[in-house]
T-cell receptor
Framework: EPEVTQTPSHQVTQMGQEVILRCVPI?????FYWYRQILGQKVEFLVS????????KSEIFDDQFSVERPDGSNFTLKIRSTKLEDSAMYFC????????????FGEGSRLTVL | QKEVEQNSGPLSVPEGAIASLNCTYS??????FFWYRQYSGKSPELIMS????GDKEDGRFTAQLNKASQYVSLLIRDSQPSDSATYLC????????????FGKGTHLIIQP
């Protein structure tokens, strides 16, 4: 069964450093997402990406965040200058079309900022 | 502001009994509702989707939606220890672009 894959599974970084989280969505899916879950808290929408551009972004997705699909398969989330409060699990997800919340989630990348 | 509210629990249910999980939401425009299961340290996994008022059954799971009351529920029949997890209620109101709004989840414990 096709799946969303994410790397790395866990990254530890120093505050102020740049981090890139990578995702390979399911190949025939059209919408891609990043979500964040701080430990013990709810899953929060960060950004959606369709047709090689951002469709929507939340208030959390400020100027320190960026996304891109550099080679048609990988979908990356870059955090430019990490803060302690960026420590969280970051989930990539994809769906085959619009008007469906039946997200296929990757296993997540745990980011720890020291 | 779109909000999804759930009782965080823990909700403890004996094995074989019915577990009842509830969720309320604030956005009257919401069209689609979902229940995800999340094991500790893992990613959410879709259990059920429901789009219209009434009940929807899938195996041991039944989702119930009442848009007038802005209420969604999930029933798990014949609860098993493997059902022990956090159950996340989510809603979609803006098409695919807006993503889902999740509740904080209800921690369910099935006692053998």
């Amino acid at each position: 069964e096709p799946e969303v894959t994410q790397t790395p599974s866990h990254q530890v970084t120093q505050m102020g450093q740049e981090v890139i989280l990578r995702c390979v969505p399911i190949s025939n899916h059209l919408y891609f997402y990043w979500y964040r879950q701080i430990l013990g808290q709810k899953v929060e929408f960060l950004v959606s990406f369709y047709n090689n551009e951002i469709s929507e972004k939340s208030e959390i997705f400020d100027d320190q965040f960026s996304v891109e699909r550099p080679d048609g398969s990988n979908f990356t989330l870059k955090i430019r200058s990490t803060k302690l409060e960026d420590s969280a699990m970051y989930f990539c997800a994809s769906i085959p079309g619009i008007n469906t919340g039946e997200l296929f989630f990757g296993e997540g990348s745990r980011l720890t900022v020291l | 502001q779109k909000e999804v509210e759930q009782n965080s629990g823990p909700l403890s249910v004996p094995e074989g009994a019915i577990a009842s999980l509830n969720c309320t939401y604030s956005d009257r425009v919401s069209q689609s509702f979902f229940w995800y299961r999340q094991y500790s340290g893992k990613s959410p996994e879709l259990i059920m989707s429901i789009y219209s008022n009434g009940d929807k059954e899938d195996g041991r799971f039944t989702a119930q939606l009442n848009k007038a009351s802005q209420y969604v529920s999930l029933l798990i029949r014949d609860s098993q220890p493997s059902d022990s997890a956090t159950y996340l209620c989510a809603m979609e109101s803006g098409g695919g672009a807006d993503g889902l709004t999740f509740g904080k989840g209800t921690h369910l414990i099935i006692q053998p």
